[in-house]
């Protein structure tokens, strides 16, 4: 009877210690990071931005930014969080949102000044050469229509109880590491990540299905 | 131009973030000389954050509550646990397949794994009458697709889903569900 008994609890052992790297010690550190963050700890910073970094620049390109300005205004978008915070303007430092927000701002401000400058120029100077979207016309929006929003959650509604559960727990904006989903839903990483990637597939067409006429 | 065209599955690795680092930047210098690979990205990117999007304007559900008996957040016992886990399982499903009355459970009962849907027709019991039959038992339920949580982590083997006839309203609890 042992056999059969250690194996399960070694697999186990290895998960727990797959998932604590993987989310880099521990959920309960993303508050402490924060915390010390907040009082300027410039360590917790660079882990906060280590992060996260990747989840603006993807904000910033769905948006349209080309990704090289990407990269530069998320850099930004820290730099001024830093300084926010050396000011004692920052009360809470909720990431990444925080930080999306800010980037969607830094962008949509930027295409503005752009569009001026653009239009004081020549035509072919136009930004909208650059960016399939105007950044400034998507960054206070929502990036979803209401006919977009109610297919997707119709879709949703049909898949599983337990796969709808691990699509909202991996993209509430919390940010949930897949090992820590997987500890929560009680299934293994790979299986979540399987999971995760059929009901994007499901949302993904229902998204890009075309509204009806 | 400097690398072929990105292809919507490369896309998507990036923006999940699972791509290595090298191949990450040349995808990256690639969309800013090929603008039809830009938009490739930008589509992906979107996708994910109109998902985000989606999650946050849905409410979630009141969650199938996991009963953990206290005893599990000591890893020192956690090898009695689930000798306990599994002992206790095993006797509850074949005790009780279809008993709705809510009497109460086993001193140690391990977990109750919601399972997705409940069957039309009772369990057919993936039947493990002790320890030393686990494992045939364990392929068994496999096969059938079935998990069992332990409680130190989750282990890539099967769960003796104990239906365990439980009152209405439990899954709709707010908190752990005392029975
Ligand atoms: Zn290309």
């Not at chain 1, 205004?73 to 915070?85: D, F, G, K, S």
């Not at chain 1, 909720?94 to 999306?100: E, F, G, H, N, T």
């Not at chain 1, 960054?139 to 006919?147: C, K, P």
């Amino acid at each position: 009877m042992g056999a059969a008994l250690v194996q399960p609890l070694r697999i186990a052992v290895r998960q727990e210690e797959e998932s604590a790297r993987s989310r880099g010690g521990g959920r309960e550190d993303e508050a402490e990071l924060a915390q010390r963050a907040l009082e300027g700890d410039r360590t917790a910073w660079d882990a906060l931005i280590a992060r996260y970094h990747h989840r603006v620049v993807v904000s910033l390109l769905a948006r349209g930014v080309r990704v090289d300005r990407a990269h530069e205004l998320a850099q930004e978008t820290w730099a001024r969080l830093v300084q926010q915070q050396q000011k004692g303007l920052l009360r809470e430092l909720r990431l990444p949102s925080l930080a999306i927000t800010q980037a969607a701002y830094l962008a949509a401000d930027e295409a503005r000044r752009q569009r001026r400058e653009a239009l004081a120029g020549s035509v072919e100077e136009l930004p909208e050469a650059h960016h399939p979207v105007d950044p400034s016309a998507s960054a206070e929006r929502r990036l979803l229509s209401e006919e977009q929003l109610s297919r997707a959650q119709a879709t949703l509604s049909q898949c599983s109880t337990s796969a709808r559960r691990i699509f909202l727990l991996a993209c509430d904006g919390q940010e949930l590491p897949h090992a820590e989903v997987a500890a929560r839903v009680g299934l293994s990483v790979q299986r979540v990540r399987q999971i995760l990637c059929e009901v994007r597939k499901k949302l993904r067409s229902a998204l890009e299905e075309e509204a009806a006429p | 131009m400097n690398q072929r065209h990105i292809h919507p599955a490369e896309a998507e690795l990036y923006v999940l973030g699972e791509m290595e680092p090298e191949a990450a930047a040349a995808l990256e210098a690639h969309t800013l000389e090929c603008a039809p690979c830009a938009a490739v990205l930008q589509r992906e990117a979107l996708l994910e954050e109109q998902l985000r999007e989606v999650a946050q304007a849905t409410v979630p559900e009141p969650q199938p509550q996991v009963l953990r008996p206290a005893r599990w957040s000591r890893p020192a016992r956690a090898a009695v646990g689930v000798l306990l886990a599994a002992a206790a399982a095993v006797a509850l499903v074949l005790l009780r397949p279809e008993q709705a009355d809510p009497s109460p459970p086993q001193n140690d009962f391990p977990i109750l794994a919601l399972p997705e849907s409940l069957p039309e027709e009772p369990l057919r019991l993936v039947a493990c009458p002790d320890l030393s039959s686990q494992e045939a038992c364990a392929a068994q339920a496999f096969a059938r697709g079935l998990m069992v949580q332990y409680p130190q982590g989750v282990g890539e083997v099967p769960r003796y889903d104990g239906h365990a006839g439980l009152p209405p309203g439990v899954l709709e609890a707010d908190g752990p569900y005392s029975l």
